[in-house]
């Protein structure tokens, strides 16, 4: 294994744990992939914080890919997979679809660089608008947490106050807001003891972290609704996922536990953002507002808005708090309480074009989208529940369609519906039988990053489908005659 990082040589071994199965599928892997193994090693020497070497979810033996279409990515050895990431599920239509390329491709000959307005600016926005209700302005940034962080500030400035509540285990981005009390901090270091205190923690090193400034709530949780109304004088803003993944199955539970933050948000005049990066304009076509039926002061887009990968999200929301942007050409402006969140890539050409292209067509075939997207889940949950009754192995689809799915074996019910509770359920046992699966699919023209995400998109075809099921079900049948399956 000299071809392999320090990292793999060091996690490998912890994850067969003298199981020689295990370790030839491992060997397997490394054979059939040894020009991604060989590209990431010479990473080491010049790359960091790529998507394979981040701090939390570094993949072991990550591929290195050559192209993608559709549902399907083939990597630098010409292996072909059924691609179940899916960019952390931003591509919606698929890889490369041609709806979106080839708008980007008749717009290119323009030329316009940074730092420009122009129409499609405009006409994004006015989009927006048409479908997110009750929308008066919108504002462009790179990522899903550079939004959260553009709202956060602009809650910050119009409230006067500093202090934001977030619930934990919700991940907002790679900002200090995002970056507390997430389920990245949780890795076997999940808190005890009351949730009317919770402890304010941070998930990374270099986070400034004062527990005057976050007021960390349980999700889900009547006490969370307590807390709210006894800090409201103090709070400016509040961060909120209307449906984390760990919410993914208990929707309902959700959107009654959105509405009920939001009725005392709007009573005690305390700003209510949404982060909907990954839910947004999946549960519905106006996003999360339209589902839930409340109105934040502000909604958070990304994933789904980045046509083409080409990075793009979004603030929308209510002009008191977005139009704090705008200086109106005067930066003596900046002294009457105006907030400077502005890149100089912010709404670039590309990123405009290809956005305007996918929620276009986002918006006109929204429910056929939709419809193929549950269809696609549909179907692997049937096959899934008709091969755990044949074979007796409890392998399961877990999930929401329209968010993010993943495969589970002998999965527990919790206590109730709330992030420890679901914490709680897991065990080390279980977590390492769903990392050994990755590479078990792996073999099985099947791709998963680190824990096997069932990612479905509108792209995943019929052929997709039936291949990602018997790759499935042969996956989980060699795992059990290898005694890998552990639950």
Known sequence: ?????????????????????????????????????????????????????????????????????????????????????????????????????????RGLDAGIDAGHLFEEQVDLAELVQSMVPDVERVAFFHTGGEAVSAATRLCRATKRKTRIAKFEGCYHGSNEVGLHNTWMALSGMLQAGSLDNIMTMAATAGAVTREEEYLILPYNVDVALELLRQHAHELACVVMDPAPPFMSIWLDDAKRFVTDVGAICDEMDVPLIFDEVVCGFRLAEGGARQW????????????????????????????????????????????????????????????????????????????????????????LRERLSHFAAKSGLPVSLQGNSRLQMQLSIGKKEPESHTYRDMMASSSQEAFRTLMAMVFYLRLNNIYTKIIPTMNLSAAHTDEDMSMLADGIERAVLQMDKDGMLLW
């Not at 003298?18 to 010479?42: L, W």
């Not at 591929?63 to 549902?71: I, R, T």
């Open 1 to 105: 294994m000299k071809e392999l990082s320090p990292a793999e040589r060091a996690a490998i071994p912890v994850l067969c744990a003298g199981n020689e199965h295990m370790a030839a599928v491992i060997e397997q892997v490394i054979a059939r992939q040894k020009g991604s193994v060989a590209a990431h090693r010479r990473s080491l020497n010049s790359l960091s914080g790529t998507p394979s070497m981040l701090s939390y979810e570094a993949p072991l033996l990550p591929l290195c890919v050559k192209s993608a279409k559709g549902g399907r990515i083939t990597d630098v050895d010409g292996n072909e997979y059924i691609d179940c990431h899916l960019a952390y599920t931003a591509t919606i239509l698929g890889h490369n679809p041609p709806q979106v390329l080839d708008a980007v491709k």
């Open 292 to 379: 839930s039926g409340h109105k934040p002061q502000m909604s958070c887009f990304g994933k789904v808005v980045s046509g083409l990968g080409v990075p793009l999200s979004m603030v929308a929301g209510d002009a008191k708090y977005v139009d704090r942007i705008s200086t109106g050409g005067l930066f003596r402006d900046a002294m009457m309480g105006k907030a400077w969140v502005a890149s100089t890539g912010s709404g670039n050409f590309v990123s405009v074009l290809a956005s305007l292209a996918q929620m276009r067509y986002l918006k006109e075939h929204h429910s056929s989208l939709m419809a193929r997207i549950d269809s696609n889940a549909s179907y």
